[in-house]
């Protein structure tokens, strides 16, 4: 089984920093494109920043030049550095992964359990 684990949220204040990781662990073939993806209450899921197995990147507007997205392919971990937090920043922090788990099979998408990120005063 693959699995997404998490980490690096909690409480910032505005104009803070935080930085996320997602490491992937299991038996699995490779891992294709990742992404972070959050969800504020009462709404709707919605991609951050994406990132392909080469390095292409992808950002929502709202976080262009302030969230950098990167990956460590020799560790299967990818991050997400949050710079100039605000509250509308506040949300579940998901991370995505599109991955094969052996060669001849199609890759599967997996999610992580999600990190709590709180930008307040």
């Known amino acids: 089984q693959v699995q997404l684990v998490e980490s690096g949220g909690g409480l910032v204040q505005p104009g803070g920093s935080l930085r996320l990781s997602c490491a992937a662990s299991g038996r699995f073939f490779s891992i294709n494109a990742m992404g972070w993806y959050r969800q504020a209450p009462g709404k709707q899921r919605e991609l951050v920043a994406a990132?392909?197995?080469?390095?292409?990147?992808n950002y929502a507007d709202s976080v262009k030049g302030r969230f950098t997205i990167s990956r460590d392919n020799a560790k299967n971990t990818m991050y997400l550095q949050m710079d100039s937090l605000n509250s509308e920043d506040t949300a579940v922090y998901y991370c995505?992964?599109?991955?094969?788990?052996?060669?001849?099979?199609?890759?599967?998408?997996?999610w992580g359990q999600g990190t709590q990120v709180t930008v307040s005063s």
């Open positions: 995505n992964a599109d991955v094969r788990r052996t060669s001849w099979l199609r890759s599967s998408t997996y």
């Open positions: 990132i392909t197995n080469g390095g292409d990147t």
